[in-house]
């Protein structure tokens, strides 16, 4: 199975940005799509946006298209996830997945808690 880690959370002032980074065990990380998730208190767990195996990216959630960009550099096995203007409302844990479909996902990471507040 697929090992995922992700990293760079934190707390952030309402129009700051982070940049969220998932590790992965695979060396060959290309062979992988990887999906990014996150799930704020009380909400159920919400896609954001997909990595193809061939780098292309897509962002679904409407309520982050043209602020979250999804990114990867298979060398360092780690895929990004960009996250600009950051709103109180993006306040959740992040997590990155090996699949994009929640009800295909098979390997999760810990999650990384992102806090949006002044």
């Known amino acids: 199975q697929l090992q995922l880690v992700e990293s760079g959370g934190g707390l952030v002032q309402p129009g700051g940005s982070l940049r969220l980074s998932c590790a992965a065990s695979?060396?060959?990380?290309?062979?992988?799509?990887i999906g990014w998730f996150r799930q704020a208190p009380g909400k159920v767990r919400e896609g954001l946006s997909c990595t193809s195996k061939s780098g292309e990216s897509i962002t679904f959630e409407e309520s982050v298209k043209g602020r979250f960009t999804a990114s990867r550099d298979n060398a360092k096995s780690t895929v990004y996830l960009q996250m600009n203007s950051l709103k109180p409302e993006d306040t959740a844990v992040y997590f990155c997945?090996?699949?994009?479909?929640?009800?295909?996902?098979?390997?999760w990471g810990q999650g990384t808690q992102v806090t949006v507040s002044s």
């Open positions: 695979a060396f060959s990380l290309d062979r992988y799509t």
């Open positions: 997945a090996d699949e994009c479909d929640i009800m295909l996902v098979r390997s």
